[in-house]
């Protein structure tokens, strides 16, 4: 009764008087009552995909966003969680709960052994450098076309689940723990430190941080996490062959990178947002006008970010509440005093 | 094999060579990296394979397609680029939502079925005893051209000298009096005409397709970080060398066609582990 009541209170007093928190439950809540709707197949398909593709750009954002260590080639992670699991899979026939953590593990090494020799290397040069691994990756996996597949992929890899929707529950499940998960690194010192490296990382080294471990460690859990969904993803029902054209490809590097900067960098609700924005609309568009629907999807990416070059979510919060002046509480931006402090709001100068 | 090395690496060296200078001379000035910049190579290769199926004479198709391509990536840059120059990672997206743009509208009016464009001059030379392509021998001469008249631009002009204030210095170029944003935008025209003229050099030799940008986008990216983001003479050899590389391997290693581009990046890698600035990058980079 205790844990009920402080739940009720914490509800009131924490999350419905801000908007963006509010919006936060109800998207939480109507992904979890979604199979009550409809079971339609392709919709919930394309929700699995969404939801791992989430993950995924969450963790550019934490190497990219949060650390600044902006990697172009994060396809490599996707595709080497997807590839380890899916050889795995197809080779040895272990069940996925086997490959999935081995698939994981092998991107997260994959993180260790690319971020190693790009310690020393600078934003662009940084940049440019990952660019080359997935394609380098491609390039063996081509090479060797008895051992990987080739050009036509992996198949034969065993399903998560039987079902459509106990698949939907475990993919949502783990990427919304993940999502936790990583939601409270980076509102930790942690977090702190990846943001600080971010801004200067000789400041950051000058205050005693140790920059090379925890830019590691940046690398690890962005491969570990983007591992888990490549993994994941090679698994579902989405993807029933794992072939470099996909998984490895230029665009699958880029598109982690879109989704977030759409949605706003450095945040961990902006890559989700920009996924769940930019994915199904993608989707649709491709039933609509297939014919068109990369003109229209590059031209509504560039016309966004022309006018909300922060990212939508971003953008929207700050249309939606406002940081108080004195205390730094955020505010619904209707209230005309701050809700911790009681300074007044409205006569703030404009930013 | 040696002379087809040999040959083929200088062809692919000068159209590396020239993607390179332009996209190099972009970022130095403008401080833009332009993932849009081989699209326009690849929408300028279409051009000419447009204006020469509906039988325009060829230096009439040469000039309209590489006045058209620079008209609109200038119009490109100041209408979406220029806004949100600030933000790096704003500009790599906006750049490579133009690439796909163009390739869409490639691909919306010529489809997706590769294009073949006649070549110029057919028929074979003999150059110490190696036969060459007259249609190579066309593209190499026009790279090397073109390169020689950026050069010269560049070092012997006025404009040259405020393009090459404007990029070692933005701040203080703007001070003394040089429109640092007029520069850019003659940047980028200069730039794009490059990568026009090395599309539709490449044009009658390569396969014309709508995804013929992506390559050469990785080989460009990397030759101008391996020779040194800002360094002009870096990215010239960056380029020769991943041209090179490139083509060796296609001729020496078995199985090599699909390796080629892995080993170009791998030695880009190399590199980076002994010169983490590129060949001629400067090692202060930050201060710049």
């Not at chain 1, 924490?14 to 199979?35: D, G, K």
């Not at chain 1, 702190?192 to 925890?214: C, K, M, P, Q, S």
């Not at chain 2, 750049?95 to 997706?112: H, M």
Request: a positive charge.
């Amino acid at each position: 009764m205790y844990y009920v009541r402080y739940l009720v209170r914490y509800l009131q007093n924490e999350v419905l008087v801000l908007p963006s928190r509010v919006i936060v439950l109800v998207f939480v809540a109507s992904l979890l009552a979604f199979p009550l709707l409809t079971q339609d197949p392709n919709i919930l398909r394309t929700l699995i995909v969404t939801a791992l593709f989430s993950l995924y750009a969450v963790s550019w954002d934490l190497l990219s966003g949060y650390t600044g260590q902006v990697s172009l080639g994060h396809a490599l992670f996707f595709g080497s969680g997807a590839y380890a699991s899916a050889l795995l899979s197809s080779h040895l026939s272990l069940p996925p709960y086997a490959t999935v953590p081995a698939g994981a593990a092998v991107a997260t090494a994959a993180g260790l052994l690319v971020g190693l020799p790009c310690l020393r290397l600078r934003k662009h040069y940084l940049a440019l450098a990952t660019l080359a691994f997935p394609i380098m990756l491609t390039g063996f996996v081509l090479a060797f076309p008895g051992f990987s597949g080739g050009e036509g992929g992996v198949w034969r890899i065993a399903r998560l689940t039987s079902t459509r929707v106990a698949e939907y529950y475990l993919i949502l499940g783990v990427a919304l723990g993940a999502v936790v998960v990583l939601w409270r690194v980076v509102e930790s010192r942690v977090g702190l430190i990846f943001h600080a490296i971010r801004e200067d990382e000789t400041a950051a080294r000058a205050l005693g941080i140790n920059t090379v471990r925890y830019k590691l460690l940046a690398f690890a859990l962005s491969g570990l996490t983007a591992g888990a969904a490549g993994a994941l993803y090679a698994h579902s029902s989405a993807a029933r062959i794992v072939a470099p054209g996909v998984v490895l490809s230029l665009f699958m590097s880029f598109q982690p990178v879109i989704w977030t900067i759409f949605g706003g960098a450095a945040t961990i609700y902006g890559p989700i947002t920009g996924v769940f924005v930019l994915y199904p609309l993608l989707d649709t568009l491709n039933v609509v006008i297939p014919k068109y629907r990369m003109l229209v999807f590059a031209l509504l990416v560039l016309l966004i970010l022309r006018f909300m070059p922060q990212g939508i979510s971003t953008w929207i919060r700050d249309a939606i509440e406002r940081v108080c002046p004195s205390c730094r509480v955020r505010n619904i931006a209707t209230r005309r005093a701050c809700r911790a402090c009681g300074a007044p709001l409205q006569a703030q100068s404009p930013r | 094999m040696v002379a087809n090395i040999l040959v083929n690496g200088l062809v692919y060296s000068g159209v590396y060579a020239m993607l390179a200078l332009g996209f190099g001379l972009v970022f130095g000035v403008g401080r833009v990296l332009n993932l849009a910049h081989t699209a326009f190579y690849m929408v300028a290769a279409y051009g000419i394979f447009h204006f020469a199926s509906t039988g325009f004479a060829m230096p009439l198709a040469v000039l309209l397609t590489s006045l058209g391509i620079v008209a609109v990536g200038v119009a490109v840059y100041k209408l979406v680029i220029e806004p949100v120059r600030e933000m790096e990672a704003t500009v790599l997206i906006a750049t490579l939502a133009v690439a796909v743009l163009l390739q869409e509208v490639v691909l919306v009016f010529f489809g997706n079925e590769p294009r073949h464009v006649p070549p110029a001059l057919t028929g074979f030379t003999q150059v110490v005893g190696v036969r060459v392509g007259n249609q190579e021998m066309v593209t190499l001469i026009v790279a090397v051209l073109s390169l020689i008249g950026a050069w010269f631009l560049l070092s012997r002009t006025k404009l040259g000298l405020a393009i090459r204030a404007a990029a070692q210095d933005r701040e203080v170029a703007n001070l003394m009096g040089i429109n640092v944003n007029l520069v850019t935008a003659v940047v980028m025209g200069l730039g794009l005409l490059l990568a026009a003229l090395a599309g539709i050099a490449v044009a009658p030799l390569f396969t014309v397709e709508p995804g013929m940008w992506m390559n050469p986008l990785v080989i460009v990216l990397a030759a101008v970080v391996l020779g040194g983001l800002g360094s002009l003479k870096g990215s010239l050899i960056g380029a020769v060398i991943l041209a090179f590389a490139e083509v060796s391997v296609v001729f020496l290693v078995p199985g090599g066609s699909y390796l080629r581009t892995a080993i170009a990046l791998l030695i880009m890698v190399c590199v980076f582990f002994i010169r983490p600035e590129g060949l001629y990058g400067s090692s202060i980079a930050e201060e710049r």
